[in-house]
């Protein structure tokens, strides 16, 4: 029983993510490159989206399109490829760098250039052969080329594990279709004396207020860009932007026939406006009602221990979540167990118990780092959208109840052995197995401000991410860090007696129920006969072990036969496709965010619910505020969308959609509106008076 044990932790760490289909690494050891797809094959061969994934060391970099003072762009030769008919490069918004004296314009660490691509026979194989040529740069530039090669197969375009990481950067491309959102008002070239240099003056209208705007300009090559200097408005919604150049005397044709691109960026907006220039022999004069921007607290960037302190914070309220709560009947029987018993021995224990916290919340960092190396999709829960991980949990679930049932008991090797027998019959190592077990239950669940505690640490590197989750795990582990301080608490309890076996099997049910809970998200996963038959073999291990004095040669075979029989059934009883596979109820609409835009611009205000089957949180807030009250008879409106984005299996677009507002967890619920085109986002606990007041605004 321990080895079976053992082996499935060893499952639990493996999140049953395959791969990303992509080709092999290539480059130097400074920067690593290669080609990753969206969808494990062609579907039907339109807008086909792969990404160029570089990974650089500390301070290596590579170039946007427009690179600045220096350097040069990736370049691919696709000449080799057969079966391909066009290609698009995308191009995120860039950061500006100074090398040397030199401004750039540049990516560090990683980024991906998506691509969209057309196949001309979507029946037939795509061999993709690019070669590609790009320079890297620290404080020196190295130019390299490689050839990167990878293979789609025709077939349903389903997500790949890259999926999510292409459409984060796909989300930071800036936008061309800006519509009313942004208004370019003038565009006039003030020519120095010398007729080589300029000033272009450029005066836009935006429909939000802007925080900390920056601009990048682009026009004929013979031209050189300087950084630019932006007053803004006192309603923050205008602003004047000066942007120095020079180069003028190289053009071979007049300036006011060229076109020029500008991009603005600003915070989560960023958008792309062509225009042509006016030239202006008249200096560069004031203009009334601008200023330069302040620096203000709100526009400043959020400091690491600012989101350490949400971390903990956000950990400590998650033990009060309802995915959380059936871990409480461990949380209760460690805590009566230590009636009478010695004050150092409590302290011990509920020690061991936090540092079974936080080492699975450094576990759990550990892995997702290794995940975003890989290039996979990244998130918390994530892991409960793979039905293995859920079989698996279920065995440990079934497990634990059959020992509080007493059908079992596990034992520990000696050396760990001794170290409880101070702590009564359960030993450290089972404090330790009970802190760790309550970190994997909380992983489906969100709480205030650990939304976005998280959501920073996995936009971040492998620092931030350990350091925000050891934080979150100080938080969940803070109810034992005070038990551990004060052990009054619990040695005034009785001495444990008969009376703990009865409250060792009551407290049981909960495990059983969190198994019910585990078997409904497995629902919308598998066919709902195949649940039918998971829970029987869950049963029948149950019985085996209820059973074991009776089937004592074929106890263990048996129950290792029903577990492997167990893992069998999602590829036994795979969920058929068909139009009830969204699950929503006849107030809801599917997610789609063209239609977004669409209603919006029609006038409709649109709720938009990202969730899942294994997010209680979610649920929660749909049976406490969405379907009650004021939110639902509003929702019911016919101006208003409800639109459910079911995260409960893999989803490139809803992927892309959370990156896009630099979110990893759920629950997520933004309105759109006349009156909020960019969108209000709800915190992650919904109450009826932010969604309503949400809503109002929106409607505008």
């Known amino acids: ?91 995120p918004r860039p950061e500006r760098f100074e090398v040397l004296g030199l401004e750039t314009l540049g990516y560090k660490e990683e980024v991906v250039y998506p691509l969209l691509l057309k196949v001309d026979d979507p029946t037939k194989p795509l061999d993709l052969h690019a070669h590609l040529r790009f320079l890297t740069c620290a404080d020196i530039c190295v130019p390299v080329e490689a050839d990167l090669a990878l293979t789609l197969d025709p077939g349903e375009a389903v997500p790949s594990d890259t999926a999510q990481l292409i459409n984060k950067f796909k989300s930071d491309v800036p936008r061309t279709d800006h519509q009313d959102k942004v208004s370019l008002d003038s565009a006039d070239l003030h020519l120095k004396a010398d007729q080589k240099n300029a000033t272009l003056r450029v005066k836009l209208a935006t429909d939000w207020a802007l925080e900390k705007p920056d601009v990048l300009m682009e026009g004929p090559i013979e031209l050189v860009f300087f950084k630019p200097s932006i007053a803004l408005s006192d309603d923050r919604t205008a602003a004047l932007i000066d942007i120095p150049l020079d180069g003028l005397q190289f053009l071979e044709t007049p300036v006011a ?56 914070l956000g950990g400590l309220i998650l033990n009060l979540m309802p ?65 293995l991980f859920l079989i698996a949990l279920l065995m440990v679930l079934i497990m634990f109840a059959a020992n509080m049932w007493g059908f079992f008991e596990i034992g520990l090797p000696g050396w760990m052995s001794s170290l409880g027998a101070r702590s009564h019959s359960k030993g450290i190592g089972g404090h330790f197995a009970t802190g760790a077990f309550a970190t994997l239950l909380a992983t489906p669940c969100s709480a205030p401000f650990l939304g976005t505690a998280v959501g920073f640490a996995l936009s971040q590197g492998p620092t931030e991410i350990i350091a925000v989750f050891s934080a979150l795990g100080v938080g969940l582990a803070l109810p034992y860090l005070l038990i551990a301080l004060f052990p009054g608490v619990a040695t005034r309890l009785p001495r444990p007696g008969p009376w703990m076996v009865t409250l060792r099997k009551v407290l049981a049910l909960a495990l059983i129920a969190t198994a019910v809970w585990l078997l409904s998200v497995l629902l919308a996963q598998i066919d709902p006969v195949g649940v039918g038959v ?7 291990i149950l019985l085996a072990f209820a059973l074991k004095k009776h089937l004592r040669p074929l106890a263990t075979p048996l129950v290792l036969a029903l577990i492997v029989a167990a893992f069998f059934v999602p590829q036994t009883f795979e969920r058929q496709a068909t139009n ?37 949180t979610c649920q929660v807030n749909k049976k406490l505020v969405v379907y009650q009250g004021e939110t639902f008879d509003l929702l019911q409106e016919d101006d208003i969308v409800a639109m459910s984005a079911d995260w409960t299996n893999p989803d490139a677009e809803i992927s892309a959609f959370l990156a896009r507002y630099k979110k990893f967890a759920i629950p997520f619920n933004i309105v759109y509106g006349p009156g909020a085109p960019e969108g209000i986002i709800l915190p992650e606990l919904l109450d009826q008076k932010a969604v309503v007041n949400a809503i109002t605004k929106a409607r505008g």
């Open 534 to 540: 998971l829970a029987g073999l869950l049963a029948a």
């Open 323 to 387: 995915c959380v709560l059936p871990v409480l009947s461990l949380k209760i029987l460690g805590l009566v167990s230590h009636g009478g018993a010695a004050t150092a021995t409590v302290r011990l224990s509920f020690l061991a118990s936090a540092a079974g916290i936080l080492f699975s919340f450094l576990v759990l960092a550990g892995g997702l780092i290794a995940l975003k190396a890989s290039g996979a999709a990244i998130g918390w829960g994530i892991q409960f959208q793979q039905p």
């Open 580 to 616: 009830d596979t969204i699950k929503a109820e006849t107030l809801w609409v599917a997610f789609s965010t063209r239609k977004i835009d669409e209603l919006v611009k029609n006038g409709r205000t649109v709720f938009v619910d990202v969730t899942a089957d294994w997010c209680i």
């Open 257 to 312: 026939d060229q076109t020029f691109t500008l991009t603005l960026m600003d915070g989560l907006h960023a958008y792309e406006v062509k225009t042509k220039v006016t030239p202006q022999t008249g200096p560069l004069g004031p203009v009334d009602g601008f200023s330069l921007p302040d620096d203000s607290p709100s526009a400043a960037p959020v400091s690491l221990w600012t989101i350490m302190a949400l971390a903990v």
């Open 1 to 91: 029983m321990k080895r079976l044990l053992i082996i499935l932790s060893l499952f639990l760490l493996w999140n049953g993510s395959s791969l990303a289909q992509s080709s092999d690494w290539q480059g130097i050891d400074k920067t690593q490159v290669r080609l990753v797809t969206a969808t494990t094959a062609l579907g039907k061969g339109e807008d086909l989206l792969l990404g160029l994934h570089f990974k650089m060391q500390k301070n290596w970099k590579v170039y946007w399109r427009s690179p600045g003072d220096a350097g040069y762009p990736p370049e691919l030769d696709w000449s080799k490829s057969t079966n391909l008919q066009s290609v698009e490069m995308l191009w």
